[in-house]
């Protein structure tokens, strides 16, 4: 039981390059989310899924997609890379939704140059 | 939506001293509150939580108080050891439809043996 895995751990991008976050749950939860952390800024919601088949926008959607590609995977896309999204990203996963609790991933350290 | 804040950022106890840390939340509707923390490059994880419908709740040397009428809530730990230095952050979730959680911007607890 790996509980919630994200891929990679870490990674440099330059400016304007794309990348996708991947995250994956094994313990049949509906609910997924893409937080980022920043120094002094706690965890921010990106996006989330209620539940396979649905996204929708969190606090800090800009410059950021996703995909519920089935209900254990969950992906985070940047397009066009900007060093304000230098952050690492934490994927989490719940059984319903904020009522129970969030089992976080390892997390991605992500700088952009 | 939701707005919480968590005080104070940093703090710093010695061993075997107790640890407060406050969190107000906006949201009369809120009727979760979970508290995770954060090791040093470590995931969040959960550590205790509070309905809104208990006043207070305990697990061995960490408590949790709510007070709904003020919309704050606490986390007390007593008998600090050098193991419970960390982040921890707090978060409320507001009732009504799909339930997102908010979280508070971290404290960072130093135990100093």
Known sequence: NAGVTQTPKFQVLKTGQSMTLQCAQDMNHNSMYWYRQDPGMGLRLIYYSASEGTTDKGEVPNGYNVSRLNKREFSLRLESAAPSQTSVYFCASSEVDGRKEQFFGPGTRLTVL | ?113
Do not use: M
């Not at chain 2, 050098?82 to 130093?110: H, I, M, N, W």
């Open chain 2, 1 to 113: 939506g939701e707005n919480v804040e968590q005080h104070p950022s940093t703090l710093s106890v010695q061993e075997g001293d107790s640890a407060v840390i406050k969190c107000t939340y906006s949201d009369s509707a809120s009727n979760y509150f979970p508290w995770y923390k954060q090791e040093l490059g470590k995931r969040p994880q959960l550590i205790i939580d509070i309905r809104s419908n208990v006043g207070e709740k305990k697990d061995q040397r960490i408590a949790v108080t709510l007070n709904k009428t003020a919309k704050h809530f606490s986390l007390h730990i007593t008998e600090t050891q050098p193991e419970d230095s960390a982040v921890y952050f707090c978060a409320a979730s507001a009732a009504g439809g799909y339930q997102k959680v908010t979280f508070g911007t971290g404290t960072k607890l130093q135990v100093i043996p």
